[in-house]
């Protein structure tokens, strides 16, 4: 349990200082080695698809966007797959979509 005084993410409760600011991946172009990626498939308004590179791995992302000082910017709803987990997905989609037909 993190109590006054302890440091968490470089700050903390004494010692006079405040803490340490943490900045989101990406604001500085700085971010490990991502782009932003191509944009697939607009799946609604806020959701979509992208293949793009992190740290040189090519990914296919789906996440939600939102809006911010008028940019379109991605949120935490999301996830990524690396080239082996989009093949088990893709190999599957006929079988998810049967599941889905028997429930509707």
Same mark, same amino acid.
Do not use: C, H
């Given at each position: 349990?993190?109590? /006054?005084?302890? @440091?968490?993410?470089?700050?903390?409760? %004494?010692?006079?200082?405040?803490?340490? !600011?943490?900045?989101?991946?990406? !604001? #500085?172009?700085? %971010?490990?080695? =991502?782009? #932003?990626? =191509? +944009? +697939?498939?607009?799946? %609604? @308004? %806020? @959701?979509? +698809?992208?293949?793009?590179?992190?740290?040189?791995?090519?990914? $296919?992302? $789906?996440?939600?966007?939102? $809006?911010?000082?008028?940019?379109? *910017?991605?949120?935490? @709803?999301?996830?990524?797959? =690396?080239?082996?987990?989009? /093949?088990? *997905?893709?190999?599957?989609? !006929?079988?998810?979509? #049967? $599941?889905? !037909?028997?429930? =509707?």
């Amino acid at each position: 349990m993190w109590r /006054k005084g302890n @440091k968490r993410f470089g700050g903390g409760g %004494s010692g006079g200082n405040p803490p340490a !600011k943490r900045q989101a991946a990406g !604001k #500085d172009g700085s %971010s490990g080695g =991502t782009d #932003d990626g =191509t +944009v +697939v498939a607009q799946i %609604s @308004k %806020s @959701k979509r +698809v992208s293949v793009m590179n992190w740290n040189g791995m090519p990914m $296919v992302d $789906v996440r939600e966007f939102y $809006v911010k000082d008028g940019k379109d *910017l991605p949120g935490r @709803k999301g996830i990524s797959l =690396t080239m082996d987990q989009w /093949k088990i *997905l893709r190999d599957n989609i !006929k079988a998810i979509d #049967d $599941v889905i !037909k028997e429930n =509707t």
